[in-house]
């Protein structure tokens, strides 16, 4: 009895761990060339060998509803998820409304909406330039009637992905109610991220001229020049009386910028002025609700299924010891040590829509994986896990780049039980699960695959493999919608800021 009492205690130490499966292939646009004996294979390997929990697959809008608006497909969809239904895998699935493109092959989106984006390029995220990013729409069309339902109405960007959720939730009822689905990522902008598109790694175009790819460590830029984020922010600037703040004059520097060179960002710059912060509060706080609506009507589909919402935030890890923190501002996060919190207000939000909060860069050490450039992985790492659970809401751990050693798979052990394992029940912070990317045709060498086989078993808590679905999804419940005073008050709030304690190492190191 006392063997079996100890491994039930145990078990509130166990995170799952998730292989993300590559971005495009798997199911294909004409679902001809879909990869799935491949992937098939892998995955039973990966099972039988290194018992893994489950996988993370893109749900492509691009692809379900590629050909005309509700008119969705979702056969490629159920052809895999009944493959992994019976390899007795658990299914994280993640909404993705956005383009995508991994060697060489390009998931985008609709068809009848990149036609409406040639007559109509502003419902695309644009930068000062006037280059707007095709890669996923603006947040300031979520509620405009711009788009044929097929029908001879028109709907606004939330009710698309409201119906192709509904129809997701329809389609795919098998899956999430037999307990095979356990997680619903929602997609909320660039690669499926709450954040502004500000780092484009690709060119972008505009008739016959090209902008400029963003580089490490650039600074970024504010992508709020379509003409309906322009409307919005003149109409909030005129009533806060700030008019003459002028988004078109300011010297905000360029994408590869150096957070000195601008006047806004340079040490006491604009962005420490009235107007400065007017700008950034209505900047951040646009992304913060965008988030909290989607997220809303998620609640709305999904309320009463036993699946876990999750929303996604991006690692914005370097310039962070340069006292503007440049980059996480043009993404949309207003965080300044000691002075502004920018992530609380969304952990916030995500405890109003009882979301979990998905975040990567785990495996990340300073020096190691990322370069100087004022880069701090290991204390953004701390401090948005700390104000997630601090905030009382799940958080489910990803890596950013493949593993390669046992210090990355050691960083992420210590990041997913920041005080060690506790022999005696549920650890006071833990993972809700870890996302690993991604399977790749190297997966497999063999020094790096026995790695990966011990890291599994170190996330188990050194347990069997443990299959009970009751252990993990919650029941989605609906909810208000976060008002602005709720962001600014869990912005100044200083007990959220420091972050909790965390042992210097891991005590389940994979070397060890």
């Not at 909320?188 to 008739?207: A, D, Q």
């Amino acid at each position: 009895m006392d063997e079996i009492n100890g491994k039930e205690k145990l078990l509130l130490n166990y995170v799952p761990v998730y292989i993300v499966l590559p971005l495009s292939g798997i199911v294909a646009e004409d679902y001809k060339n879909a990869e799935l004996k491949e992937t098939k294979i892998s995955l039973e390997k990966l099972k039988e060998e290194a018992y893994i929990d489950g996988v993370v697959v893109d749900v492509w809008w691009g692809i379900v509803e590629s050909k005309a608006p509700k008119d969705y497909d979702w056969s490629g969809y159920k052809v895999l998820f009944r493959m992994i239904m019976n390899l007795k895998l658990k299914i994280h699935v993640i909404m993705s409304f956005h383009k995508s493109s991994e060697d060489g092959k390009t998931t985008g989106l609709p068809s009848w909406v990149v036609q409406y984006g040639k007559t109509n390029p502003d419902i695309y995220y644009t930068d000062r330039n006037g280059f707007p990013d095709e890669g996923c729409l603006s947040l300031g069309v979520d509620d405009e009637p711009l788009f044929d339902d097929g029908n001879g109405s028109q709907r606004t960007v939330i009710q698309i992905y409201s119906d192709f959720m509904s129809s997701f939730k329809e389609n795919m009822a098998e899956f999430i109610e037999g307990g095979v689905i356990v997680a619903i990522e929602v997609g909320l902008g660039p690669n499926g991220e709450l954040c502004y598109p500000s780092f484009p790694t690709e060119e972008r175009k505009k008739g016959d001229k090209t902008q400029e790819k963003w580089e490490t460590p650039g600074i970024g830029e504010f992508q709020c020049y379509d003409k309906y984020m322009k409307k919005d922010y003149k109409n909030a600037a005129k009533k806060a009386g700030h008019s003459d703040f002028d988004l078109s004059k300011q010297d905000f520097g360029n994408y590869n910028s150096e957070p000195e060179d601008p006047k806004f960002f340079k040490k006491d710059g604009t962005y420490t002025t009235e107007k400065g912060k007017f700008f950034l509060e209505w900047y951040s706080n646009k992304l913060i609700l965008h988030g909290d609506q989607i997220l809303r009507e998620s609640n709305k589909i999904f309320t009463g299924l036993r699946v876990d919402l999750v929303a996604k935030v991006s690692g914005v890890h370097w310039l962070c010891k340069i006292d503007s923190n440049a980059a996480e501002l043009t993404a949309g996060y207003y965080n300044l040590d000691g002075k502004r919190d920018g992530y609380s207000p969304i952990a916030r939000m995500l405890y109003k829509r009882n979301c979990c909060l998905s975040f990567s860069c785990l495996e990340m050490i300073k020096g190691k994986n990322s370069k100087e450039h004022s880069s701090l992985p290991e204390k953004l790492v701390k401090s948005v896990l700390s104000k997630a659970w601090k905030e009382g809401i799940e958080v489910i751990g990803a890596n950013t780049w493949e593993i390669e050693d046992a210090n990355g798979y050691n960083q992420v052990l210590l990041n997913a039980r920041p005080k060690g394992v506790n022999p005696k029940g549920k650890p006071e912070f833990k993972l809700h699960s870890f996302m690993c990317l991604r399977l790749s045709k190297t997966f497999f060498n063999e020094k790096k695959y026995e790695m990966f086989k011990k890291f599994v078993r170190k996330m188990h808590a050194d347990l069997d493999y443990c299959g009970d679905a009751e252990m993990y999804p919650h029941e989605v419940e609906s909810d208000s919608a976060i008002t602005t005073e709720e962001i600014l008050a869990a912005s100044t709030e200083t007990h959220a800021s420091e972050p909790i304690g965390w042992d210097k190492v891991t005590d389940a190191k994979v070397d060890g």
